[in-house]
């Protein structure tokens, strides 16, 4: 690369003309000359700074990323004797913002995490660097995760991290180089942390939410010939799954489920009717995780996409790329052997899993949350109103005060529940955790509830504009409800997580 050529401010002053514009932005010069009439601002903007240095107008008006995009084309030289006050982070990179990554990251000291953790999550995030430019795209267009990034991200190990340790693993290429024998629950939380940090609700559940909940009954109670079969191509990306239980008619109360599964004269199959609606990624899906009623009752079966089975998208809050689709179940046919556990049993296998589809909608919305509030604070030290920053005024700081104190109590308490995970066999955590994660779910979403309403005044405008420096903020108030309803209700998590410790009240307590 050759070197940079270097001047001085008053030469750049002399470049300040319609047909030879330039401009610094920390104590870097750009020729903006042929940019010009390209500036979505327009070149008025451009022309009105030539020759000066436009550093604080720059970072009140552009996130980093359009500088780290234009610079190469655009920049010249440099401002001589001068040094950048700015960096570009590295894609992998740590930041040094207060909280605005979980404290053993920023030098605190933590109970459960490692070195391996922190390997794993540089991994992951210089991995996502790569896919965030095609994710706030797709995002913003509607589109799926393509065939060609999901297999990719099959290949290297993210989309078996994001489903849990177990044997499914073995012999699968993790992120960081971990080990499938050292993968634990906190690998699997920084895997949704990071999934959510691209910013992108609609694109990260595109990837993620279908198998995570859609792939857990097959290697859990499904038969051997589906698990060889199905688990691979699942995680490989070469085909994918979703977990279709919610109808027209019913959510949470799982017992009113109206699809139908009758069998065949010769008992050999199962012929299903019915809908399902709001299944996210059930547009993409080749498999579907199918809560039925058979004779015997409520049935769990594996259904592959077939003419019969037919998917249309929903129009939701957040992007098309989710996949959330209203499914027709017409006449189809389905062996009997695609049975995930017992017929009849299959109330068991929805709530087996609901426990860990909780506990990873709080990984992602506690990252996304994060992620807000991370913003904000940059944005206060930014801000420029009435000659003083934001972070200078005290409602401001009071604004933050109240984000980071909701935030971290939530973060602490999802790691002490991912410790117990990874310390409780499975019955154990079915009798001790399903009350605490779903209050921990409540008490999540009631933060980020709180958080999303203080950085819209924060930013102001800005929040309301799907672009620019408040996308992040305008798509997380637009988004955060998903986690506050899927998989339980706050209403519902309350009660369920009351309820749960009134199991274990001692009768003979009074005051």
Same mark, same amino acid.
């Given at each position: 690369?050759?070197?940079?050529?270097?001047?001085?401010?008053?030469?750049?002053?002399?470049?300040?003309?319609?047909?030879?514009?330039?401009?610094?932005?920390?104590?870097?010069?750009?020729?903006?000359?042929?940019?010009?009439?390209?500036?979505?601002?327009?070149?008025?903007?451009?022309? #009105?700074?030539?020759?000066? #240095?436009?550093? #604080? #107008?720059?970072?009140?008006?552009?996130?980093?990323e359009v500088l780290a995009k234009y610079a190469p084309r655009l920049k010249i030289g440099v401002i001589e004797n001068e040094k950048p006050q700015f960096t570009i982070p590295a894609p992998d990179a740590i930041s040094k913002i207060p909280y605005a990554e979980p404290s053993y990251l920023q030098g605190f000291k933590s109970p459960y995490l490692n070195e391996s953790h922190t390997r794993f999550r540089k991994a992951l995030r210089a991995l996502y660097a790569d896919v965030k430019p095609e994710a706030l795209v797709a995002e913003e267009l509607g589109k799926a995760p393509t065939q060609e990034l999901y297999e990719h991200l099959g290949a290297e190990g993210v989309l078996a991290s994001q489903i849990g340790p177990g044997p499914w693993l073995k012999g699968l290429k993790l992120p960081g180089g971990i080990k499938p024998e050292e993968f634990d629950y906190f690998h699997e939380m920084i895997a949704h942390e990071e999934t959510a940090r691209l910013g992108t609700p609609g694109f990260a559940d595109g990837i993620s939410s279908g198998y995570s909940i859609g792939?857990?009954?097959?290697?859990?109670?499904?038969?051997?010939?589906?698990?060889?079969?199905?688990v691979p191509e699942v995680l490989s990306g070469r085909k994918r799954i979703c977990l279709a239980i919610t109808e027209p008619y019913t959510g949470s109360d799982v017992a009113k489920i109206r699809t139908t599964a009758k069998r065949t004269p010769d008992g050999k199959?199962?012929?299903?009717?019915?809908?399902?609606?709001?299944?996210?990624?059930?547009?993409? &899906?080749?498999?579907?995780?199918?809560?039925v009623q058979t004779e015997k009752g409520i049935t769990m079966l594996l259904i592959e996409r077939d003419d019969n089975v037919e998917t249309k998208p929903i129009k939701t809050s957040y992007s098309a790329s989710a996949g959330t689709s209203y499914i027709t179940f017409e006449n189809v046919k389905v062996p009997v052997e695609n049975i995930l556990g017992k017929e009849g049993k299959g109330f068991q296998v929805i709530m087996y899993n609901f426990n860990h589809e909780r506990w990873y909608i709080c990984c992602a919305i506690i990252a996304g949350t994060r992620s807000i509030i991370t913003e904000c604070f940059q944005w206060a030290h930014q801000r420029k109103v009435f000659g003083k920053r934001l972070i200078d005024q005290p409602v401001i700081r009071n604004k933050l005060a109240s984000m980071i104190s909701?935030?971290?109590?939530?973060?602490?308490?999802?790691?002490?529940?991912?410790?117990?995970?990874?310390?409780?066999?499975?019955?154990?955590?079915?009798?001790?955790?399903?009350?605490?994660?779903?209050l921990l779910k409540f008490q999540a979403t009631r933060v980020a509830h709180h958080v999303a309403d203080d950085a819209c005044q924060i930013f102001g405008g800005r929040a309301l504009t799907r672009?620019?420096?408040?996308?992040?903020?305008?798509?997380?108030?637009?988004?955060?409800?998903? &986690?506050?309803?899927?998989?339980?209700?706050?209403?519902?998590?309350?009660?369920?997580?009351?309820?749960?410790?009134?199991?274990?009240?001692?009768?003979?307590?009074?005051?």
């Open positions: 690369m050759p070197e940079l050529k270097t001047f001085t401010r008053e030469e750049v002053k002399r470049h300040s003309s319609e047909k030879d514009c330039w401009i610094i932005i920390d104590s870097e010069v750009f020729d903006v000359t042929k940019f010009a009439d390209m500036h979505p601002g327009g070149a008025q903007v451009l022309l #009105d700074y030539a020759g000066q #240095d436009v550093t #604080d #107008d720059f970072y009140g008006l552009h996130r980093q792939l857990p009954p097959v290697f859990n109670f499904g038969p051997p010939h589906l698990k060889e079969k199905i199959h199962f012929i299903v009717n019915g809908v399902k609606k709001w299944i996210t990624n059930g547009t993409a &899906a080749d498999y579907f995780s199918v809560a909701g935030l971290e109590p939530v973060q602490n308490w999802l790691e002490n529940i991912t410790y117990q995970m990874c310390n409780m066999p499975y019955l154990e955590q079915a009798v001790k955790l399903a009350g605490p994660i779903s672009t620019g420096m408040g996308r992040s903020v305008e798509n997380f108030q637009r988004t955060y409800k998903f &986690a506050a309803i899927l998989g339980g209700s706050e209403e519902v998590m309350a009660d369920l997580g009351v309820r749960q410790a009134m199991k274990f009240f001692p009768k003979d307590a009074r005051l």
